[in-house]
């Protein structure tokens, strides 16, 4: 069973070494008949010892060959072990080689070794099931009940395992309901791990449905849920549901008028924003804690719901100077900015591109935020978009995300930031930079339609 494979990393070979006994050194002849043998051989020969350990062991060590040609020599010695070995452990160490070869070294797997995994998957030792279903992911294998099993997967005594089914979950696009349900039936599981992918992937994978029953799952979740960072998530998420209004919308207005946490009340304006455009209560709620709500961080997150790219430039801009006026404390900056935003077109735009190097971060932020609305039908737009994109590594977050609004209200004519903007998506430090990031990346780049 020939596979091919790139050059991987790390190291697992076993080397000559010496050995300290009694404060000697003894060194291990080298004398004919007692040549070493080849660490390939040793360790496939391992799987056919009687010892269960030793094959365990010897299953384990192959999945950390460095060598491509001896990695590709292993598959076939591990499909056969885990296909048929009695030693429950045996099967879920050669599961987990196989899926890190995969990592490793690209290989390209048969029919025999596919076939292997995807019965490790319904193995009776759970640990089998998890590495299965991680190697299946691996290989690009999305045969059904692929989700339900990477989330038991979190669950692995494995910390390899756990984590490479954490990542597998985020890259997961949520495009059926086998996938969707999965990750709402873990809102309410037993472990943390599994709440935490599960808010998490809800809230960052590509999400193509919008069901009532989950935005009520995410309603209830964010109503049970004590830590204020995974509601506002959970709140993030409810925005991802824009037609299920009688659960999402009226649990959104519920948080922006009565969290006592900012951060919640934040997320719970952003995620409104794609119902302010036809929804009067929604539209209601945001303009109330514009004007009212004790903090600067809502007042503003609730003016630039008021401005979503599905409000005209002119409610946009008259939504966002009401936050100026509100939320800088310099009057002459203030009223400069607000300038900007009613002088529209290339006169604004370039004071506004100013703005964005500007010391004071909530100044840069309105910069962004007053750039979407004046810019994307500007012939400037192009440089707009450039200044924006750099914005995007300000080292304050209201900044990043100011930013990351901004752009989608350029559509796709903003398509060269979709990189930059899936960055942010995946790795920035702060989850609300990401999420912002998350909902904008599919409007510069909007998916092929079918």
């Known amino acids: 069973m020939m596979t091919q494979g790139r050059e991987g990393f790390g190291g697992g ?36 010892t009687g010892n269960p350990e030793s094959r365990r062991e010897a299953a384990a060590s192959m999945g950390t060959w460095d060598d491509p040609s001896e990695a590709a020599r292993a598959v076939g010695p591990l499909t056969a072990a885990l296909a048929g070995d009695e030693d429950a452990g045996v099967r879920a160490a050669s599961a987990r080689s ?44 999305r045969p059904e009940g692929i989700a339900s099993a990477l989330v038991a997967a ?64 995410v309603a209830g979740a964010m109503d049970r849920d004590d830590d204020a960072e995974d509601r506002a998530l959970l709140a993030m998420v409810l925005g991802r549901f824009p037609t299920a209004t009688s659960a ?13 946490e900012v951060e919640v009340r934040v997320a719970a304006a952003t995620a409104l924003r794609p119902f302010a455009a036809d929804d009067p209560g929604a539209a209601e709620a945001l303009r109330a804690a514009t004007a009212e709500d004790d903090a600067e961080e809502v007042r503003v997150a609730s003016a630039a719901a008021l401005a979503d790219p599905s409000r005209s430039a002119e409610e946009a801009g008259r939504a966002l100077i009401d936050a100026i006026r509100e939320g800088v404390s310099d009057e002459d900056a203030g009223a400069e900015l607000a300038g900007a935003i009613e002088a529209g077109a290339a006169e604004g735009a370039t004071l506004l591109v100013e703005r964005l190097s500007s010391d004071d971060p909530r100044l840069r932020a309105f910069a962004a935020r007053g750039l979407g609305v004046v810019s994307p039908r ?31 209200r350029f559509g796709p004519a ?12 995946e790795d920035d430090p702060d989850s609300r930079v990401s999420a912002h990031a998350a909902a904008a990346v599919p409007v510069v780049d909007p998916p092929p339609t079918r």
Not at 14 to 43: N, Q
Not at 378 to 401: C, K, N, S, W, Y
């Open 378 to 408: 500007t012939d400037g737009a192009r440089e707009v978009i450039a200044a924006l994109i750099d914005a995007l590594d300000d080292p304050e977050a209201e900044v990043r995300i100011a930013s990351a609004d901004a752009l989608s």
């Open 154 to 217: 979190l669950r692995s005594g494995s910390m390899s395992v756990r984590d490479d089914a954490d990542v597998a979950l985020s890259e997961l696009p949520i495009d059926g309901p086998e996938h969707l349900d999965a990750m709402l039936d873990g809102l309410d599981d037993d472990a943390e791990v599994v709440r935490r992918a599960s808010r998490m992937g809800l809230t960052m994978a590509p999400l193509e449905l919008d069901p009532e029953s989950g935005a009520e799952a």
């Open 414 to 425: 903003a398509v060269s930031a979709s990189s930059a903007l899936a960055r942010l998506a």
């Open 13 to 48: 070979r076993p080397r000559w070494f010496a050995r300290s006994l009694a404060g000697t050194l003894l060194l291990l002849p080298i004398l004919p008949g007692c040549v070493p043998s080849d660490p390939t051989s040793k360790g496939i020969g391992g799987l056919s």
């Open 248 to 260: 999402a919308r009226d649990r959104l207005i519920a948080a922006l008028s009565d969290a006592p």
């Open 98 to 141: 196989l899926g890190q070869l995969i990592r490793r070294h690209g290989l390209t797997f048969d029919e025999e070794t596919v076939g292997a995994l995807a019965e490790g998957m319904s193995d009776p030792d759970p640990e089998v099931r998890h590495a299965s279903a991680v190697a299946m992911f691996g290989i690009g294998e």
